[in-house]
């Protein structure tokens, strides 16, 4: 029983990511953008909550530090990190303005603001990406489930086709791999910044 089980898990992933590969041109485009915003000047902000912040922490690591090749560091920031910060603006505020008050501060015009939720409904993640918008920035939205309604309001909407959270996640990482890799390439391949 436990064999199939597994097989039949096995099997809805790949089928979520052969799915998503109808993506490649929203993937694509966001490439471009992250490449034309290090090449600007200008820095990558990403949010999540739950999983999706440990993605959005790992897709900033990427940057900061290597993916596969050594290269220059390359300005990124996760807003879920600072524990001093997300607790005091839950506290003062809401849990609901942990990011906008965070974009509010950092965010300038060009910057890109990439919100990851598997639902697209995160309210937190909705007010980021808001604010960020105000604040000029180009966003960009890690999303499953048909989106919410983070889909309408970002700049580029990559929406995993699936509603389950495990295999929109696993198709997020992939998607977050592929981004870096190439990304990586263009600055190790045209070094100069």
């Given at each position: 029983m436990s064999e199939n089980r597994i097989s039949q898990i096995f099997n809805d992933s790949i089928d979520t990511l052969t799915e998503s590969k109808l993506l490649e041109k929203s993937i694509q485009k966001t490439i471009e953008s992250i490449i034309s915003c290090f090449e600007n000047g200008n820095k990558l902000i990403v949010f999540g909550n739950g999983g999706s912040a440990a993605d959005s922490q790992h897709f900033a690591a990427e940057f900061v530090g290597r993916f596969l090749s050594e290269r220059l560091s390359l300005p990124s920031i996760s807003l879920t990190t600072d524990?001093?910060?997300?607790?005091?603006?839950?506290?003062?505020?809401?849990?609901?303005?942990?990011?906008?008050?965070?974009?509010?501060?950092?965010?300038?015009?060009?910057?890109?603001?990439?919100?990851?939720?598997?639902?697209?409904?995160?309210?937190?993640?909705?007010?980021?990406?808001?604010?960020?918008?105000?604040?000029?920035?180009?966003?960009?939205?890690?999303?499953?489930?048909?989106?919410?309604?983070?889909?309408?309001?970002?700049?580029i909407p990559i929406t995993i086709p699936s509603n389950s959270t495990p295999r929109i996640q696993e198709s997020h990482r992939v998607i977050l791999h592929i981004i870096c890799e190439i990304v990586e390439e263009h600055f190790v391949n045209n070094k100069p910044l």
């Amino acid at each position: 029983m436990s064999e199939n089980r597994i097989s039949q898990i096995f099997n809805d992933s790949i089928d979520t990511l052969t799915e998503s590969k109808l993506l490649e041109k929203s993937i694509q485009k966001t490439i471009e953008s992250i490449i034309s915003c290090f090449e600007n000047g200008n820095k990558l902000i990403v949010f999540g909550n739950g999983g999706s912040a440990a993605d959005s922490q790992h897709f900033a690591a990427e940057f900061v530090g290597r993916f596969l090749s050594e290269r220059l560091s390359l300005p990124s920031i996760s807003l879920t990190t600072d524990t001093s910060i997300l607790t005091a603006l839950g506290n003062d505020y809401s849990f609901e303005n942990i990011f906008s008050r965070q974009c509010e501060s950092i965010v300038k015009q060009n910057d890109i603001v990439f919100g990851i939720s598997t639902t697209g409904k995160s309210v937190n993640v909705i007010n980021g990406i808001n604010t960020a918008k105000n604040q000029g920035a180009i966003t960009i939205g890690l999303l499953g489930s048909g989106g919410g309604k983070l889909n309408e309001i970002v700049d580029i909407p990559i929406t995993i086709p699936s509603n389950s959270t495990p295999r929109i996640q696993e198709s997020h990482r992939v998607i977050l791999h592929i981004i870096c890799e190439i990304v990586e390439e263009h600055f190790v391949n045209n070094k100069p910044l």
